[in-house]
């Protein structure tokens, strides 16, 4: 009996215990907006759902990566082995998703990507599980819709790293798969980005439209270029991931970014009930902050944790939680989600934008939806 009742006391202390949650992100270094983003929704989050799921105390320990993937990988092993948290998350770029994923793996935890965004992220660990985007998810969406546009050749501009690639792949097969044809691909570096050369390349290949993939935080300086050049003036169109056109940073543009149209999974001008009481919500708790594709990607991130939680009734086992996230599905400000139990990724509406002012402000005004999409990278394994 007195065995049992010890027992039973270390059960209940466990049970007391919080669930600690390891958020990598990057406050500071060019990728700050995405970890800014992820804080400021992290708050309004709690704020709105306070922080005890299944009678246990989240607890959020976050850490400043840089954007670096080293500093990434040694934040990793320091939450696993030191604070021994039951979940990581955040991973504000593709290297730094890719630098943890074999720690976590090793320790059965949860990895749950907030941003990070090339397609193969989720095949380098069966304890990952994205709530944000695949970059082939919104190409090949963009590769259907831009020869129906009207445009027939197109140039490509991406970054130099994994999602840069992902895009100009996807791109092209789909375009060409619907009648289009890329006459010239282009890469850009990543770091210090100069683009005025390559727009050039592409002006004199004189295509009917670009297709363009920067990073967030380049868009502004990717858009004063092209109309510097006088590209908008020359007629030529310009189709590009969601990243090009930020919430974060649209406003900062300024009249270059009016008209560019973008594919992505998100705009704060969304227009359903779930989405206005979010934007509400975030601008109240961050004063001067507009949400975007980052902010609802980590407030997603949160409601599928807490609901994994709430499913396990407090059980943070590492196989147990992964279990409860697949297949979960609700309606996300962004519209229908869910977790494709197969793949452990995102399946998610896809919009097409256009940079429009209202009331004083830019926003990515949609206006063609493409239901219920899934990252095709992972067609062969659909099936199985």
């Known amino acids: 009996m007195a065995a049992a009742t010890a027992l039973g ?5 466990q049970a007391a215990d919080p669930i600690k949650i390891g958020v990598i992100i990057p406050m500071t270094g060019p990728f700050q907006s995405n970890g800014k983003q992820i804080e400021a929704a992290i708050k309004t989050y709690t704020k709105e759902k306070g922080d005890t799921v299944a009678g246990r105390k989240i607890e959020f320990i976050l ?17 696993l082995a030191q604070d021994r948290v039951s979940i990581l998350t955040g991973f504000g770029n593709t290297p730094a998703a890719l630098s943890a994923a074999a720690f976590a793996a090793k320790a059965k935890v949860p990895q749950v990507i907030m941003v990070a965004a090339t397609s193969s992220i989720v095949e380098k660990s069966p304890y990952i599980v994205r709530t944000s ?44 798969a619907h009648g289009g044809r890329v006459i010239e691909k282009l890469k850009v570096p990543l770091a210090n980005p100069d683009f005025a050369p390559f727009l050039q390349r592409a002006a004199d290949a004189k295509p009917d439209a670009l297709f ?11 858009m004063k270029q092209f109309v510097e050049r006088g590209l908008d003036k020359a007629g030529m169109k310009l189709v590009a991931m969601s990243d ?20 992505g999974p998100y705009s704060a001008s969304h227009d359903s009930p779930e989405n206005k009481a979010f934007v509400a919500q975030f601008k109240a708790a961050n004063p001067g902050m507009r949400p975007n594709v980052v ?18 009734k407090g059980d943070t086992n590492g196989d147990a939680l992964i279990a409860a996230m697949k297949g979960q599905s609700w ?29 004083g402000e830019l926003y990515n005004m949609e206006f063609e939806t493409f239901p219920n999409v899934k990252d095709p990278a992972h067609g062969a394994s659909e099936g199985k």
């Open 133 to 176: 985007q695949s970059i082939p998810q919104i190409a090949s969406v963009i590769g259907e819709w831009a020869p129906k546009s009207g445009s027939k050749t197109f140039v490509s501009i991406v970054s130099e790293y994994g999602p840069g690639l992902d895009a100009e792949e996807w791109f092209a097969k789909t375009v060409e």
């Open 9 to 13: 006391l270390a059960t209940a202390a």
């Open 63 to 79: 850490r400043d990566d840089r954007g670096a993937p080293d500093i990434a990988n040694r934040f990793a092993q320091e939450l």
């Open 295 to 312: 902010a609802v990607s980590a407030w997603d991130a949160l409601e599928l944790i807490y609901r994994a939680v709430e499913a396990t």
């Open 244 to 263: 090009l056109t930020d919430d974060d940073l649209l406003n900062n543009m300024g009249d270059a970014a009016v008209g560019a149209v973008t594919g």
């Open 331 to 359: 309606n996300s400000p962004r519209g229908p989600i869910s977790i494709d139990p197969a793949t452990r990724d995102i399946v998610q509406n896809i919009y097409m934008r256009k940079v429009e002012r209202h009331d």
């Open 212 to 222: 363009v993939f920067v990073p967030t935080g380049a868009g502004g300086n990717f």
